[in-house]
């Protein structure tokens, strides 16, 4: 892989945000991204990425997204709400990620289960889908005239949405 270039399938996966190309990878392609633009000097473990050889600064990080009072940074799953850092599970920050990086389009249940926790939709996992969006809202909301950053589509799921 080193020495030559990377190409990905960005034509599903790529989202306009603002001025930034914001592209999903898969696991793979991700280790194959860091390879090439890293070289054999850093090593890929299923928690990130760890310098071998050099000294990999993590501090400046790649993928920001601000809307209003809310600050995301992907690649620290870092989540501030009017200064406030906010500690999300792992599947709240996931769902949250997977709706402001596509605004306004409204995600089913299934297609949430599936991107999300990768398994088949029951009947079941509507509930807990709701349960893990409920505390997330709760978790955005810091005061009550905040606004709610995640719409309710009755019957149908989820979207993302500015006040």
Same mark, same amino acid.
């Given at each position: ?5 990377? %190409?990905?399938?960005?034509? #599903? ?6 001025? =930034?190309? %914001?592209? !999903? !990878? ?9 390879? @090439? ?17 050099? /000294?990999?600064?993590?501090?400046? &990080?790649?993928? #920001?997204?601000? #809307? ?10 870092? %989540? ?11 599947? #709240?920050?996931?769902? !949250? ?5 596509? &605004? ?16 088949? @939709? ?7 889908? /709701?349960?893990?969006?409920? /505390?997330?809202? =709760? ?7 905040? &606004?709610? @950053?995640?719409?309710? %589509?009755?019957?149908?799921? @989820? ?5």
């Amino acid at each position: 892989m080193h020495g030559k270039l990377a %190409v990905f399938d960005i034509s #599903e996966t790529g989202v306009q945000i603002g001025e =930034k190309l %914001v592209v !999903l !990878l898969d696991e793979r392609q991700r280790k194959e991204l860091a390879q @090439y633009l890293l070289g054999d000097m850093v090593s890929i473990a299923d928690t990130g990425i760890s310098s071998s050889k050099h /000294n990999w600064q993590q501090d400046s &990080p790649l993928t #920001e997204i601000r #809307e209003g009072d809310l600050y995301i940074c992907l690649e620290q799953r870092l %989540v501030i709400v009017k200064e406030q850092e906010i500690t999300l599970t792992v599947k #709240e920050f996931d769902i !949250l990620v997977l709706l402001i990086m596509n &605004p306004k389009r409204v995600f089913t249940y299934e297609l949430i289960m599936d991107l999300i926790w990768r398994e088949d @939709y029951t009947y079941y996992s509507r509930k807990a889908i /709701n349960n893990h969006v409920c /505390n997330l809202r =709760k978790k955005l909301k810091i005061d009550p005239g905040d &606004p709610d @950053y995640i719409k309710s %589509v009755t019957g149908i799921g @989820y979207k993302f949405a500015l006040p």
